[in-house]
């Protein structure tokens, strides 16, 4: 069965440099969120979107953002990274919540290092 | 507000030793209930779930029950294998609350030896 996809695995980027996650949502999901989750801590929530609308906003810098595309996948934009930006940030999809008490399903996380 | 907390790690135990990771919650109304594990180098993966009070969740012989009168939904394994060493997550979906996102404890690593 297909699988949330998120890209790349592995990103190294600079302090100042910006970066850029995607994530491509399980087909006919429609919401999708990002997590961060720094070295040895829980996950922690970025931001949700469903139906390319922002539907709920967590602890996301003001350096960060996002959104959701025609097609549903989702891109995470870094800026003036920081070295406390190093984390394993996930995404995650699911059929919009109101349709009772749906799982997400989660990527494989995308792990930023900033040097 | 709506947050999970389970219990500290690391946990270490010997194959087939018996595993329980306690999960209590606060929660308004009625959330659907979660474990995770993250294998190191992975991404969370769903273990189980349970939505409504008493329900039991299980898989690959993990089980977990949602205990409304106590707000708990401990995980246990009757014997664990060095395959489980992992992190384990204990989470809550808030009902049909317009926006969502999973709330996460802390995670309880745990490691099993041979």
């Known amino acids: 069965a297909a699988g949330v996809i998120q890209s790349p695995r592995h990103l190294i980027k600079e302090k100042r440099e910006t970066a850029t996650l995607k994530c491509y949502p399980i087909?006919?999901?429609?919401?999708v969120y990002w997590y961060q989750q720094g070295p040895g801590q829980d996950p922690q929530f970025l931001i949700s979107?469903?139906?390319?609308?922002?539907?709920d906003k967590g602890s996301i810098p003001d350096r960060f953002s996002a959104q959701q595309f025609s097609d549903y996948h989702s891109e995470l934009n870094m800026s003036s990274l920081e070295l406390g930006d190093s984390a394993l940030y996930f995404c995650a999809s699911s059929l919009y919540p109101g349709r009772a008490n749906t799982e997400a399903f989660f990527g494989q996380g995308t792990r930023l290092t900033v040097v | 507000g709506n947050s999970v907390t389970q219990m500290e790690g690391p946990v270490t135990l010997s194959e087939e030793a018996f595993l329980t990771i306690n999960c209590t919650y606060t929660?308004?109304?009625?959330?659907?209930l979660f474990w995770y594990v993250q294998y190191p180098g992975e991404g969370l993966q769903l273990l189980l779930k349970a939505t409504k009070a008493d329900d039991k969740g299980s898989n690959k012989g993990f089980e977990a029950t949602y205990r409304k009168e106590t707000t708990s939904f401990h995980l246990e394994k009757g014997s664990v294998q060095v395959s489980d060493s992992a992190v384990y997550f204990c989470a809550l979906s808030p009902p049909n609350t317009g926006g969502f996102k999973t709330i996460f404890g802390a995670g309880t690593r745990l490691f099993v030896k041979a």
């Open positions: 087909p006919r999901h429609d919401t």
């Open positions: 929660a308004t109304g009625y959330p659907s």
């Open positions: 979107f469903y139906e390319k609308m922002q539907s």
